[in-house]
C-alpha cells in the first residue's frame, strides 16, 4: 500500500513538473533558470505568479472533486453517484453564476462565491432528491433524474447569463471548467476551504466504510446512519463548491476518480480517500498539462493563437469514454 | 366511439375517458388563445380585432410589417418546430421503449448543435443550404455513436447513461468551440444554442419544407410498425418486424426531424420529452399511432407557449425558449411519467393482478431463453446480452446488492 501511495506520490511531482513547463511563451531551459534565481523580470513574473498558483490550483481542486464524488458514493451506496450526475456541480455552477449577476459577490469578495456555490450545491441536491426520491435504491435511476436536474439548474443558468450578458466570457469558462489565468487569489481561497472540508471528510472515513457495508450492518455497528449520512453529503456538497468556485465545472473527476481509487487502494475509506485525493490531483494536473501542451501543438499546426483548449473539454471527453467502458463492463442486470 | 366503448368495457378505463375528451378542444384553445398572444403582443401592441386589417394592410402600416414579415413567420417556425420534436421524440421513446429516451439524453441534439455551431466559430461562409446537411450529420453521429455504444437498446438505462456520456462529450467539443470564440460570436452561439426564435424570416420557415416532405411519409409508414415495437422484440419479430433495422430506422426518421429544425433554431430542449408524454397521460390506452398525431400536436403547443414569455418576460432582453421549454418541460414531464405509470398500474392492478408490476414478463424470459436454438442470426447476439426486464425502468430493484458485494469482497 505505501509503494502504491509512493508511486502515486512520484506520478503526481511528474506531472507537476510537466505543467510547469508545459505553457506557452517560454522553454523548459529558461523553467530551469528561472528556478536557479535567474531570469528577468517576465520570465519571473510568468512562472511565480501565473504557473504555479495555477498548478497548485489544479492539485487542489483535483482533489476536492475526488474526495467530493468518493463521499457522495459512498453515503448514497451508488457507484454513479458523482457530483455531477446528483445535481450538486450544476447547482453549485447556478449558485455561483447567479450571485456574480446579482453583484452580490465578485472577485473582491471571494467567500461569498463559494457560500453561494455551496448554497447552489445543496439546492441541486435536493432538487434531485425531491425528483428521484422514492426511486433511491437503483442507482442508474438517480442518474438518470440527476440528468434530468441537471438539464433544468442549466436552464435557470442561461437565463441569468442572458439577462446579464456582460458576464458570458468570463462565464462560459468557468461553465467547462479551466485552470486558465488562475492566481494566486484562486488558491488563497481554494485551499483553506478545501483543508477544512477535506479533513472533516477524513474524520468520517470510517463511519462512511461502515455505510458503503450497508445501512444493516452501519447500525448493528452503532453508527447513527442518518446522522452520518447527512454530515458526509453535506461536506461532499461544500467540496465541490470550493473547487466549482476555483476553477468551474470540471466535467467527470468526481464521478470517475473515485472508482480508480477504490480499484487501487481498495474499499476501505480510511486508505482510498487520501488515495482519491492524490488520484484526482493527479489526474487533473495531468489533464491540465496534456491540454496545455496540444493547445500549444494545435496553435502551432493551425497557426491560430486564440486557440486554447480547456482542461474542462479534456477530462470530459476523457470521462465519457471511462464512463463508456464502466457501463458496459458492469453487467447488464445492475443497469 | 365503439373501439373506445369496446376498450371500456373490458379494461374498466372511465378515468381515461374524460381526459381523452377533453384533448381535442385543449389542443385548439391553447393554440388559439398564444396563437393570439403571439400575434398581438410586444411592441407594437396589436388589438386581436385589427389583427386582419394589419395583415391585408401588407406592408403599407408599421403594424402590418410587424406582423407579416415577423411576428407570422416566428408562429409558424415555431408550431412547425414544435410538431417536429413532438413526433420525433414520440418516435424515439416508442422505438427504444423507454420513456427518457428523448433527443436531449441521447446525444441527437447536441450532435446537431455541433455541426451548426462549428462552422459559425471557424468562420468558414458555407452555403445555407448545406447547414441542415451539417447538422443532419451531427445528430446521426451523436445518436449513432450512442445506439452503437449502448447495444442498440441493451437496456433502458444503460442506453441513458451511455447517451448522456456521449452529449458530454459533444457538449465539451462546443464548449472549445465557445471558448475560442470572440464575445460577440459567443452571444450568438449561445443564443442559438438555447434554442431561441428570435429574428426568423421567411426564408427560415421555407427552408423547413422539403425536409418535412421527406419526414412525413416515413413517419406515417413507421407509425404502425412502432406499435409492434412495443410489445417487445421477440413478439415484434413474431410479427415480421426486424426489430433492430425498425429501430435504426427510427432513429433515422428522428434525425431528419430534429436536424433541419436545430439548423434553424437551435436545440429547443424537451420538447420531445413533454409532448410525447402529454399525449400519453390524455389517453394512456391508445397505440402509438393515435399517439403520434397528438404528440406533435402537443409539441406544437408547447414551443407556442413557450414562446410567448420567452419574448415578453424580461421586454426589451428576449430570453430563449429553449430555456423555458426546460425550466417547465422537464418537472412537467416527470410529474406526467410518474402519474401516467401510478394510473396505468392502478388500472392494471384489478384486471391483472400478476402482471402489474412489469409489463409482459413471463413470456418474454422464458422466450429469451429459448431464443438461441431459433436461427436468429442478427438478433440472438443481442438477446443473449439482453437482460429480460427491459420494458421499463421501474423494474430493477433487486440487482444493486450485487455490485456493493462485489465492493466489499474487493
Known sequence: ?335 | MPAAADRAAAGGERPSGGARRWQPPLVVVLLAVFSFCALSLGTPYVPPHRLVAAVLDGDTTLAGIVVTELRVPRLLLALVAGACLGAAGLVLQEALRNPLAVPEMLGVSSGAALGVAAPLVLSLSLPAAVQPLLAIGGAALGGGLTLLVAGLGRSPSAVLLTGAAVAAALQAALLVLMVMADQLDLQLIYRYLLGSLSARTWEDVTGLWPWLLVAVPALVLCAPVLSVLRLGDEDAEALGVRAQRARLAALAIAVVLIAPVTAVCGPVAWVGFLAPHLSRWFDPSAGAVRWLPWSAAWGAVVVVVADVPARLALAPVETPAGAWTALLGVPAGVALMRSGGRRRAVRRGPAAPAAAREPLPGPRKTASGAADEVPHASASNHLRRDDPGCGGPGDTSAPPLRTTSAEDVR
Do not use: K, Y
Not at chain 1, 485551499?191 to 461502515?210: C, D, I, K, R, Y
Not at chain 1, 453535506?234 to 472508482?259: D, E, S
Open chain 1, 1 to 335: 500500500m505505501t509503494r502504491r501511495f509512493t508511486a502515486l506520490a512520484a506520478l503526481a511531482v511528474v506531472c507537476a513538473g510537466v505543467e510547469v513547463v508545459a505553457g506557452r511563451g517560454m522553454s523548459p531551459g529558461v523553467v530551469w533558470d528561472v528556478l536557479n534565481g535567474g531570469g528577468d523580470a517576465t520570465e519571473r513574473h510568468i512562472l511565480f505568479q501565473l504557473r504555479l498558483p495555477r498548478l497548485l490550483v489544479a492539485l487542489g481542486a483535483g482533489a476536492c472533486l475526488a474526495v467530493a464524488g468518493l463521499v457522495l458514493q459512498s453515503a448514497l451506496r451508488n457507484p454513479l453517484a458523482g457530483p455531477e450526475v446528483t445535481g450538486v456541480t450544476p447547482g453549485a455552477v447556478l449558485g455561483a453564476v447567479t450571485a456574480t449577476a446579482l453583484g452580490l459577490a465578485g472577485w473582491d469578495s471571494p467567500l461569498a462565491v463559494v457560500l453561494a456555490a455551496c448554497a447552489g450545491g445543496c439546492a441541486g441536491a435536493a432538487l434531485l432528491w425531491l425528483l428521484a426520491g422514492r426511486g433511491r435504491g437503483d442507482p442508474a435511476q438517480t442518474a438518470v433524474h440527476g440528468v434530468l436536474v441537471s438539464a433544468v439548474l442549466g436552464g435557470i443558468t442561461a437565463m441569468v447569463l442572458l439577462v446579464e450578458p456582460g458576464e458570458l466570457g468570463s462565464v462560459v469558462q468557468w461553465l467547462v471548467g479551466t485552470t486558465e489565468g488562475r492566481v494566486w487569489e484562486h488558491w488563497h481561497l481554494l485551499w483553506p476551504w478545501a483543508l477544512v472540508w477535506v479533513v472533516a471528510a477524513w474524520l468520517l472515513a470510517g463511519p462512511l466504510t461502515l455505510l458503503r457495508c450497508g445501512d444493516d450492518i452501519a447500525l448493528a455497528a452503532g453508527l447513527a446512519a442518518r446522522r452520518a449520512r447527512t454530515l458526509a453529503l453535506l461536506c461532499a456538497v461544500a467540496l465541490t463548491a470550493g473547487a466549482v468556485a476555483a476553477v468551474g465545472a470540471l466535467g467527470f473527476v468526481g464521478l470517475l476518480v473515485p472508482h480508480l481509487a477504490v480499484a487501487v487502494f481498495g474499499a476501505d475509506l480510511r486508505r482510498s480517500l487520501p488515495g482519491a485525493a492524490l488520484v484526482g490531483a493527479v489526474v487533473v494536473c495531468g489533464a491540465d498539462a496534456a491540454a496545455q501542451l496540444s493547445s500549444r501543438l494545435l496553435a502551432t499546426a493551425l497557426d491560430s493563437g486564440r486557440l486554447t483548449l480547456p482542461v474542462g473539454a479534456l477530462t470530459a471527453c476523457l470521462g465519457a469514454a471511462l464512463l463508456l467502458v464502466v457501463v458496459r463492463r458492469t453487467p447488464s442486470r445492475t443497469f
